[in-house]
Each structure stands twice: as structure tokens, then as C-alpha cells.
């Protein structure tokens, strides 16, 4: 299962749990895992999220795949100017 | 060059070479047109009438005397422009509420800032549009104001909006602030951290907003026809964003509305939202009458950009080898009259050069009588990193360390784990300290009154939704379309991958950028990403046109797949074919396109994911004039890793643009208010900026550490140059002076003052 990060203030949403090993196969998957177990998570990662996986930061995508050993961080979106 | 999928093909190899810019003859010419350069047969000038309130309700707004004027062809207030519901959105650095964006378009209920638009008129000339506006007739409600980020957090301050409850604080407040949200990262324990230390340096500094300071201002010419099509003109760094953005507030389908960007003088993040578009439109539908608008420099600085102004304390711990083992910071920012600052990257970035195991930063986002903030390259970063790297410097000054060492001693480097979570690839922060530790500039002396700062950079970069095609004219030339405004080259940029890839020289492609209506949804030019997405959309537009033209050919040849190859610019028959057939070159095929079954192109849709952080490190000397207090940069030279530059002259020149603005952000500029709220310098001879004479050449090193999710490894490079000036230029004042300045900006003044108590205490 993947090992999965809150950064921010996403765990406020989560009762402070900041960490979770879900098993997903994809973004997708795990938002909707997340979803699942805290559905007051699901319209902040539809809104828009960044998510690193195994060190790369992915933006504004759902079929990224997550391995079975990987590390998770769910941070929000960044931009720039 | 990274392993990729590309084939340099004819080997002239364009990617990496200073090839001559195609936009230059235009812009030397005065044929480049600007924004403001648009025009149209029939088209009214439209103004917009601003708040001389810092903060007031609007009571009531009559404009029937407006109207009545002859040459007044259309007037628009708040009642044009729908309530929008409570949704964010991504947009520039932050995220953006619709709410909050047509009540600052248009103000509704009150005026937040002085200089908030309350009305607009359509005239037949400028002099009318201008009467008009003095015929509007609108009552307020003053309302007391507050400036200052530090002052909108305390308890009693005026509240700008009834319905900001803070976020992101427990339990929920059950009173409405001006601190919109409260965030927090913590990597390691803290605590824990400071208890190891043998050296902890704890400060408070002070920045001023400042802003972007675009030469060219927001212009806009919109035309909307009766059935609802609308075109517009306008200087952005992202049309598709402005098409969205006003298909919203107007109540269009997208697909209505067709936006062309024009030549950019300049954005740096302050042309990521909109201003007049909207109201343009509005006009122009009202009157249906093509309608253009242009501000003038005084609207400018008081209606759009500035970057926030913050508050910001410090505390880290070293021990006395040298190694940081802590670092906290809190970090206030103003955001203007709407929530929204760049304290989320502000936050992140603050300790992301640096490898430490204990880190917890702590941000407030706060609205305050100010114009709402917008984008500013690297948006956030400075604030935090200017304050990190001033004690950075203490520490090394402490431990006798130089600090280029004393950086490398602690540097974040491929593997280390960033405090707002994951562990980072292969990162150039080492490769940019050691180069500037080579330069004849590091090791040439200093007299009285000089002083030399070092300072470091980190900024993450994004990828984003991008198009470009690639379409294979009738004689074998190129057009090359991309979706992303040219702001810093990127025409040049994309049009040397372009000439790679395909295998044809440089001059034979053509790059324009095209309008909505021409390519897909391509998000703006921003987060130092229009040079590394739009390559990689060129690459795959190149990609499907190497695969028609050997798909053609197998079939012109009656041959397989394996039997053609396309290399040099050509698709080359292999083996016993090579003996039947020769090669054929894209001008070969672009001759007899429609005979094989119709015109060539390719088109690039991504969403390009994989950027890599660009980090640098910035070496300036300056010198101190003890009379005047006044400020001389003698010296400044910047190293940045860009993972692979294609245009390299570009890049030199983001380096350098980046390091002046920089250095007007540390020196110089800021918004100066009255008691009154209102701006008192809004005006570039009273709001100071850089110009060229107040600054040396910038000599730029190019560090070029590939990152491996790019076809050529590159990294975006736009905004990391803006970061380290203001630590650099602080801790090389430290040197001069003996002074630790932790309040921007340095300006004459302060510096006078501060040189004049330190002689009165010695």
C-alpha cells in the first residue's frame, strides 16, 4: 500500500490523522479512497491539488499511477507568475 | 543533452545555441504591436471611475447624467455584472474565488482600496469619457481603513469583509478578521531540533510591497457583436485565462469568445488576472461599438499588481560546526482587499534550499485596504527567502564560515527531504554555489564601505495544460503556433527545438503565438513554464509529423516500417531500399503533400508534468555612501542551474531581469501611503525603480544539471532570479556597514538613519 501525506491544512479535514496507507493504483483511485474515508476531503481534492509521488510533484491530473510502495504527499497546487 | 526522444536530426543542433530572435526586427522596427497599439473602425474610448476611498460602502451610484452626455455611448456599474458564487479556482499563484474576482473588476457592495473601479464609461473620444465620469454621481459610506498587514490582524482593526472567517484555525472562529487563513508545514521535531543547537539567531523583518512595474500597461479592445461573439485584444500572459475568466463574469459560452494576445511589455506575474477585459466587453456589448481601454500608469500602480507587503520573524538553529538543525518563521502577508497572498509558496520555499530535519513554518494570509495582490515571479518566495538567508548570513558570520561554504555545508541536494513533504530530485543548488566560488568576483578585494552579500534561491516551476502544432507549409517551411504569450523568448526557444527535431534550419520556421481560437486550452505564461511545456509540446507535434512522413513514405515506396528511418531532416530508405530509393526531405513531401493524402502538421496536447526546481545563487558588491545614505551596485553576478537552456542569451537575460528587479525590491521600491489611505507615489518618479544606469552589466553563469523528465532537460528559469537579491543585497549592507537592515526596502533614508544611530550609540 502506498503511503499517503496530508501537507497543510488539509488533516484539519481528516480529525488531524495526517497520514494513510491506501492502496490505489492512480490519482484517481486514491482521491476517491480518501473520498471514502473522509468526505470532507473530496471537493478540496477536486478543487485542486498538487500530489507528489515518489518525489514528483503532479498537478491537475487523475491518471498518474501510484505503486504499491509509494510515498504520497498531497500538497496544494502550486503556480507561479 | 538528457536521454529523450528527440533526434537533433540534421545535427545542426539549434537547442542550446543563440540563435537571432524572430520577434527582434519587429520590435527595433516599432511594427511589434502592443497591446494599446489595437484599433478598430468605430471604437469608443472607455475610462473607468475609481474610489477615492481607502474603504467606504457604496450607498448609491446615479450615472443618468453620464448617460445623457452626448458621445457617451454605454455606462456600466456593479448592476452589469452577475454575483458570482463562492468557487475557487486555480489562477497565477494562488487560488482565485469568483466572488471575490467581479467584485474587484467592479466594486458591489464597497470599495476596498482607493482606486477600486466603481464605474465605467464608453465615449466617442477620450475628453468625453472623461467628462462623463465626472457626471457620475456616487454617494458613500466612509469607512474606517487599514494599511498595514500587522495592524489588520489586531483584535478591533476594520473588518473589510463580514463573511472572512479565518481558516485553517480550530476551533472555527465565530467572528469574521482580516486574516483569511492560517497554514502551517512541520517537518521533524522542532523542538527537539533547537535543543541540539549551539548558535540560534532569531529575527523580525519587515518587507513593503512592491510592485511588478510592467512598462507596458493593461490595455484591452473588445468587440462584441449582436449575437453575442466577442473578440478581444489585449496585453496578457495567459488569454486562454482571460477568455475563462470573462466568459464567467459575462454569462458567455467559451467558445463565444475569441482572445488574441498582443507583444508583452512585461507581466511578471501582474498580467495573469484581469483588469479591463471584462469591462471592455461589457462596454462594447452594451454599446455595440468596438471598445478600447488603456491605464494610465497612476491606474496601474493603484488598481492592479503589487506583490505583497509582510511581516516576517525567523529563528534557526546551527550547530557550532555549522550544521542547521532548525529553522521556524511565521510569515504574514497582505493580501489587498481579497484573500489570496503567495504565503502558501512563501511558506514552502522559505527553508527549501536547505537539507534540515527540523523545520516548522507557520503563514497568515490578510486582506487589508491595498489593491489585491497579484502574481510576482517566484510569488511569495523573496519575502520568506530574503528573511532566511539574512540569518543564513548571521550564522555565518557567527561561526566564522564564509557562506558560500557554510551553504554548501547545508545544501539540498538530490534525495533530501523538503519540509513541505517530498524528497527532491537531482537538484543544482551545489553546482551554483561552487561556480560562483570559481569566479575572479568572489575573490576580489573590497574597500571601506563596500560590502559583498551571497545569497541562495530555490522556486519550483510548474508544467501545466499546453498546445503548440507544428504545420509543414506548401515549399517545406514551418509555422509553428504556440499558446503561451512570448514574454521571455520563447518564440526563439521553441523554434530552435522545432528546427531540431524536424531537421531543417532555423530561419525556415516561423513562430507566431496563436489565439483562443487556434489551439487548445493552454494555460498562461507563468511558474517559469511556457519554455519547458511548450518544448515538450513540440517535441510531441514534431513526434506525429517524423510518423506521417515515414507512414507516407512506406506507402510511396510500397516498404515496412523497419524499412525507413527519419534522420537529417529527411525519411531515409535503410538497407537493400537505399539501393531503389532516395530519401525524401520535408520539401519533398510538402510538394506532393496533397497527393499523399492532404497537408502535414502535427499538435502537441499535453499536460506537461516533471518540473524540476531551478535554484541559484547570487554574489553582489555594493557600496555605501555614508553622506547621503545612498546605494551603488558595483558588482552583481548570478548563477543559476536551468537544467538545459535552449536559448541561452534568454536565459542569461531572465537571470539578469530577475537580479534587477530584485535589486529595486532591496534598494528602492515600495508603496508609500498617507494616514488617509491613499497612495502617495503612484508614478515611476516617485515609485523608484532600477533603470539601466543604476546597475551594472549582471554577469550570469549557466548551470545546467539536467532534469531527467524533460526530452532536453530542462528547467524553468523565469522566476528563481528574482529570489536571492534581497538576502544578497541585505547581507552585503551587513559587510558595508556593520548593519543588519531587516526592513526593505534599503532606501536612502532608512540607510541614513540607521548609519546615523549606529554612530550615536559608538
Not at chain 2, 455595440?288 to 488603456?294: H, I
Not at chain 2, 482587499?337 to 503563514?363: L, R
Not at chain 2, 539574512?390 to 557567527?398: C, H, L, Q, T
Request: hydrophobic share 40%; proline share 6%; charged share 20%.
Amino acid at each position: 500500500m502506498a503511503r499517503v501525506v496530508l501537507i497543510g491544512n488539509l488533516a484539519q479535514l481528516t480529525g488531524g490523522v495526517a497520514e494513510f496507507n491506501v492502496s490505489a493504483a492512480s490519482v484517481k483511485q486514491l482521491f476517491d479512497r480518501l473520498t471514502e474515508l473522509h468526505p470532507e476531503l473530496g471537493p478540496h481534492l477536486q478543487e485542486g491539488v498538487a500530489v507528489a509521488i515518489d518525489g514528483q510533484i503532479y498537478q491537475e491530473t487523475l491518471l498518474e499511477p501510484i505503486g504499491p510502495d509509494s510515498e504520497v504527499f498531497i500538497l496544494p497546487q502550486i503556480a507561479g507568475g | 543533452m538528457a536521454e529523450n526522444g528527440t533526434n537533433g536530426t540534421n545535427g545542426q543542433g539549434y537547442v542550446g545555441t543563440r540563435t537571432i530572435r524572430p520577434d527582434g526586427v519587429d520590435k527595433v522596427t516599432g511594427r511589434a504591436r502592443f497591446g494599446a497599439d489595437f484599433n478598430l473602425p468605430g471604437q469608443l474610448i472607455g475610462k473607468v471611475l475609481r474610489s477615492p476611498h481607502p474603504h467606504a460602502r457604496i450607498v448609491s451610484i446615479d450615472t443618468s447624467k453620464a448617460e445623457a452626455l452626448p458621445g457617451v455611448k454605454a455606462v456600466i456599474t456593479r448592476d452589469d455584472f452577475a454575483d458570482q458564487s463562492s468557487e475557487f479556482i486555480p489562477a497565477g499563484e494562488m487560488m482565485m474565488n469568483y466572488r471575490d474576482v467581479v467584485r474587484n473588476v467592479m466594486a458591489r457592495e464597497k470599495v476596498l482600496y482607493e482606486g477600486h473601479a466603481v464605474a465605467a464609461v464608453a465615449a466617442t473620444s477620450t475628453a468625453i469619457a472623461r467628462r462623463a465620469l465626472k457626471l457620475i454621481d456616487v454617494k458613500y459610506e466612509v469607512l474606517p481603513h487599514v494599511i498595514d498587514v500587522v495592524e489588520a490582524m489586531k483584535p478591533g482593526a476594520p473588518v473589510l469583509h463580514d463573511d472572512l472567517f479565518t481558516a485553517g484555525v480550530e476551533p472555527k472562529p465565530d467572528k469574521p478578521s482580516n486574516v483569511a487563513k492560517r497554514i502551517e508545514i512541520n517537518l521533524g521535531d522542532i523542538e527537539a531540533g533547537f535543543k541540539k543547537a549551539d548558535i540560534v539567531i532569531e529575527r523580525e523583518f519587515k518587507t513593503a510591497p512592491v510592485h511588478q512595474g510592467y512598462i507596458e500597461p493593461h490595455a484591452a479592445l473588445a468587440s462584441v457583436s449582436e449575437d453575442g461573439s466577442s473578440e478581444l485584444w489585449c496585453c496578457t500572459q495567459g488569454h486562454f485565462i482571460v477568455r475563462a475568466h470573462c466568459a464567467r463574469l459575462l454569462g458567455l459560452d467559451i467558445a463565444k469568445i475569441r482572445v488574441t494576445a498582443s507583444e508583452i511589455g512585461g507581466g511578471f506575474g501582474g498580467k495573469t488576472v484581469v483588469y479591463l477585459e471584462p469591462l471592455a466587453l461589457a462596454l462594447s456589448k452594451k454599446a455595440k461599438r468596438p471598445v478600447k481601454m488603456v491605464m494610465s500608469r497612476e491606474e496601474v500602480f493603484k488598481a492592479s499588481g503589487p506583490t505583497s507587503g509582510a511581516t516576517v520573524k525567523v529563528k534557526m538553529g546551527a550547530t557550532k560546526d555549522g550544521k542547521f538543525v532548525a529553522g521556524f518563521a511565521e510569515l504574514k502577508y497582505q493580501a489587498g482587499a481579497f484573500q489570496g497572498s503567495p504565503v502558501q509558496p512563501g511558506v514552502f520555499c522559505a527553508y527549501a534550499p536547505y537539507d534540515m530535519e527540523n523545520v516548522k513554518v507557520i503563514g497568515y494570509d490578510v486582506v487589508s485596504n491595498r489593491p489585491k495582490v497579484a502574481a510576482y515571479r517566484a510569488p511569495g518566495a523573496p519575502i520568506s527567502e530574503f528573511a532566511v538567508e539574512s540569518v543564513v548570513d548571521e550564522i555565518a558570520k557567527k561561526l566564522g564560515i564564509d557562506g558560500i561554504q557554510l551553504r554548501m555545508m547545508n545544501a539540498a541536494r538530490e534525495g533530501t527531504k523538503a519540509a513541505y513533504g517530498p524528497k527532491f530530485g537531482p537538484l543544482g543548488l551545489e553546482e551554483t554555489l561552487n561556480s560562483i566560488k570559481k569566479t575572479e568576483h568572489w575573490n576580489t578585494p573590497l574597500r571601506k564601505w563596500q560590502g559583498r552579500g551571497v545569497a541562495s534561491g530555490f522556486w519550483f516551476n510548474i508544467g501545466g495544460e499546453t498546445c503548440a502544432s507544428l504545420t509543414v507549409n506548401e515549399d517545406g517551411t514551418v509555422s509553428l503556433m504556440a499558446g503561451t504569450p512570448d514574454i521571455g523568448g520563447l518564440r526563439a526557444a521553441l523554434t530552435n527545438v522545432a528546427a531540431d527535431e524536424l531537421g531543417i534550419p532555423y530561419e525556415k520556421v516561423r513562430p507566431i503565438i496563436g489565439d483562443t481560437g487556434s489551439l487548445g486550452f493552454t494555460f498562461l505564461t507563468g511558474g517559469s513554464r511556457s519554455a519547458f511545456s511548450g518544448s515538450m509540446a513540440i517535441v510531441e507535434a514534431a513526434k506525429q509529423i517524423k510518423a506521417e512522413l515515414c507512414s507516407r513514405a512506406c506507402k510511396l515506396w510500397e516498404a515496412k516500417p523497419d524499412q525507413v528511418e527519419f534522420k537529417d531532416g529527411a525519411v531515409r530508405p535503410l538497407g537493400a531500399l537505399a539501393e531503389k530509393v532516395k530519401p525524401m526531405t520535408i520539401a519533398d513531401f510538402a510538394k506532393i503533400a496533397g497527393k499523399l493524402g492532404g497537408p502535414i502538421g502535427g499538435y502537441g496536447r499535453i499536460n506537461a508534468q516533471g518540473a524540476g526546481p531551478s535554484l541559484g545563487t547570487h554574489l553582489v558588491d555594493l557600496e555605501v555612501d555614508p553622506e547621503t545614505g545612498r546605494v551603488t551596485i558595483l558588482r552583481y553576478t548570478v548563477a543559476q542551474d536551468a537544467g538545459k537552456a535552449l536559448h541561452p542569451a534568454y536565459v542569461e537575460g531572465q537571470f539578469q531581469g530577475g537580479a534587477v528587479q530584485g535589486i529595486g525590491w532591496a534598494l528602492n521600491e515600495e508603496y508609500i501611503y498617507g494616514d488617509d489611505g491613499k497612495l502617495q507615489n503612484a508614478g515611476f518618479l516617485d515609485y523608484r525603480m532600477p533603470v539601466a544606469s543604476d546597475v551594472p552589466m549582471i554577469d550570469a553563469i549557466l548551470v545546467e544539471v539536467a532534469n531527467p523528465k524533460h526530452p532536453y532537460g530542462v528547467r524553468g528559469v523565469g522566476e528563481t532570479p528574482i529570489v536571492p537579491p534581497l538576502g544578497a543585497i541585505a547581507n552585503a549592507m551587513e559587510q558595508a556597514t556593520g548593519i543588519r537592515f531587516t526592513e526593505l526596502p534599503m532606501s536612502p533614508p532608512k540607510v541614513l538613519r540607521a548609519l546615523k544611530e549606529k554612530a550615536a550609540k559608538s
